[in-house]
């Protein structure tokens, strides 16, 4: 059964800074990867998509990579700022239309 | 830009009550979803519809049934709200093709009391 971890569940961070949020699956055979934000009581925003074939993917400050192989996948945030505070989900697709969801890490920067 | 609109961002409801929450994408999506949201336990499938008229059980279906009557619009039906129904319900949309990410809703913050 796929399981997806995101370990920590909380980071603090300084303003400015680069920071690494990480996302591990049991199973390889994923079809994409999906990260998400969500801030406190809203719903959920795609960030990036990364297909199965591909490495990573980049909009603006972020950057999503995939390790099929080793079941990993990162989300980088560039030069970190206050309004980047939120909760980032990543979620792996089965290929059968539904996908799983990790609990997801709390992101805080301070100011 | 693909929307998933969901009717209400609050709702109160009574124990015993019937609760619709109602959902539409304007993107022409085959498959939809609703799952719910709590601290501690993530993100949880209740059901999911991949055309019309049809609904597939997710991992959590008790105390919860859906319609689905016209493509755009999957509808969350709470037969008997019940105070362990209180959570956050999100709905999403994806199109049919596996490579195509999801695309979700603001959430309905539900409050059975």
């Given at each position: 059964k796929q399981e997806v971890t995101q370990i920590p569940a909380a980071l603090s961070v300084p303003e400015g800074e680069n920071l690494v949020l990480n996302c591990?699956?049991?199973?390889?055979?994923?079809?994409?990867?999906?990260?998400?934000?969500?801030?406190?009581?809203?719903?959920?925003?795609?960030?990036?998509?990364?297909?199965?074939?591909?490495?990573?993917?980049?909009?603006?400050?972020?950057?999503?990579?995939?390790?099929?192989?080793?079941?990993?996948?990162?989300?980088?945030?560039?030069?970190?700022?206050?309004?980047?505070?939120?909760?980032?989900l990543c979620a792996v697709s089965l290929g059968d239309d539904k996908i799983i969801f990790g609990k997801g890490t709390r992101l805080h920067i301070l100011p | 830009d693909v929307k998933v609109t969901q009717s209400s961002r609050y709702l109160v409801k009574r124990t015993g009550e019937k609760v619709f929450l109602e959902c539409v994408q304007d993107m022409d999506h085959e498959n939809m979803f609703w799952y719910r949201q709590d601290p501690g336990l993530g993100l949880r499938l209740i059901y999911f519809s991949y055309d019309v008229k049809m609904k597939e059980k997710g991992d959590i279906p008790e105390g919860y049934s859906v319609s689905r009557e016209k493509k755009e619009r999957f509808s969350l039906i709470l037969e008997s709200a019940s105070t362990n129904q209180t959570s956050m319900y999100l709905c999403a949309s994806s199109p049919s093709v596996s490579n195509y990410g999801y695309t979700f809703g603001s959430g309905t913050r539900l409050t059975v009391v």
């Open positions: 591990s699956f049991t199973d390889s055979a994923i079809y994409n990867l999906q990260w998400f934000r969500q801030d406190p009581g809203k719903g959920l925003t795609s960030l990036l998509l990364i297909q199965s074939s591909q490495r990573e993917q980049t909009s603006g400050r972020l950057n999503a990579s995939l390790d099929k192989s080793s079941g990993r996948s990162t989300l980088y945030i560039a030069a970190s700022q206050p309004g980047d505070s939120a909760t980032y | -």
